[in-house]
């Protein structure tokens, strides 16, 4: 901060006290001036960024900046303002600038602070000064697209934006176009085809994970009829999205925005929309048999998640409640699945499942150059070797991200990277309902929930999944092969599952919270090189890197 070149240095009243106050190219500081007769205490001189009497704001989280008019209603609060006296005795000339401050659990609020300057001339000059520092952080969005769904988690979605979020936007002077949906897809529909997507620097979404899916499907859509790529072929490299999508949080468990920006907040999301902060992601590519089906960044889950998705969707009227009830009802029900996954294993470069290495925006995994990748890629011997593993399991999950969320803090996978081109497969085999409870507490609590005897966790960077009444006879021949008969395999699932009728039991793959009902399928998580680079959340944070 020292080594900043002063742009201006003024002695200008806040609060009431005479303040040195700094604008650098990085920073704007104040610090009370300290009469020299009173004793210099260490915090004053040598503090930290806001000792007593010293405060520092960085350039790049000013919100706002405006000449304050004085002796009038303030326009923020509708209330008269007292003007505070400053020793010259003069209080004609104030300007307010409003900045990020961080408070706890990773929220952050907009705060005001208001400089009184000996005259209008000086009071313009720092306006000036620092609305030309703001003008060059061209990363800040100006024109946004704005989604509202009204009827996602309590339905709060236009409230929660028209109270929380549309005052910050205008305080940052954003522009923005509002559509409430009216329909699941209207978002996607609209982005697919009709929204002049040149007009904006981002859309925004706020609801829950599932209309994030929406907007997401929606762009990424849009993008490659655009340029005439074909989303539909497994192989296709897909062209990068040019626009950011930042989230509100107003949906029932919100674990996109929980998982990138560490809690889910409005006010937050709102304070780094403003501020131009982006974080990539990972991108699933679901296909069945060469078809494209859909894109995830979160969860694919099968059995469990997908089975409390499917009796939650019944209940929509609970709210984010549907979600509990339906927890219990499917945890009782205990029904577990068989099939074949197979999947390709992500180099070691990039970590593992259980290293405890938490993904943080900036997190250096995530930032490893595709040419560094390919260096390890090149010296790992497994690295195109599929492996197959045949069970039993109540739920086969594959997270994208740590998918971090209210319920579960620190998430299904808690040490998953946002953006490192892998998803952890974690395998849940079939197990007694005490075990599952256990494992699944485990998720709410420090404790490992990976370290079990019916847990696996893999880091893969492809896998395929086949339920066992879709497989292929060559496939059963296969099994028969390795020695066990279908007759009696069959007559095993009826003498280990209780409420068995002899037809097999079909879950369906919960999507980043929507139903996918195919059971066979291949997921891939596209490369930096394809896209996720280039799908930047308009809501990560910074701050995220403070591990
Ligand atoms: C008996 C004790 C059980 C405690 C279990 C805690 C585990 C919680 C782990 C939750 C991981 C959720 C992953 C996120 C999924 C979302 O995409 C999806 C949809 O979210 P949305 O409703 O659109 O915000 N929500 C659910 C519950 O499937
Ligand atoms: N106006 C609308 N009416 C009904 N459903 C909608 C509307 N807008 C979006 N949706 C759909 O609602 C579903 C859930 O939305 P989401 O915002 O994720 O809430 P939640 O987190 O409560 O599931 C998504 O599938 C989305 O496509
Ligand atoms: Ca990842």
Redesign the pocket.
Known sequence: MEKQPRLLCSQLSVGGRVCDVTLSSSFLSWREVVDSSKKRTAANVYGPLKAAGSHCVPVCEIIAIQETEEDCPSTNVGKWQKVPQNPAGSNQHAFTVSYVERTLKHRWRCSEVTLHCPDRKLCLQWVQAIREQLALLTIRPKRLLVYINPHGGKQRGKRIYEQKVAPIFSRASITTDVIVTERANHARDHLKTEADLKKYDGVVCVG???MFSEIMHGLISRTQCDSGVDQSCADETLIPCGLRIGIIPA?????ICYATVGCNDPVTSALHIVVGDSQPLDVCSVHQNNAFLRYSV??LGYGF?GD??MDSERKRWMGPAR?DIS?VKT?LSHRYYEGTISFLPADGSVGTPRDKIQCRSGCNICQLPSADKAVYKVEDKNKDVWQVIRGKFLAINAACMS?A?P??PK??SPSAHLADGTADLILVRKCSRLDF?RH??R??NKNDQFDHPFVEVYRVRQFRFTPRYQETDSELDLREAEGSSSKHFFTQICREHQACSCAPTHSSW?C??EILPHGAIQVSVQGEQKWSKNIPMGNSSSEVVQS
């Open positions: 829950g994970d599932g949906g029932s468990t919100d674990c979160s969860l998640y409390v998705l979600y927890g945890f998918c969320c319920r579960s998430g299904l409870l699944l507490l998720h709410t919960n980043d919270g």
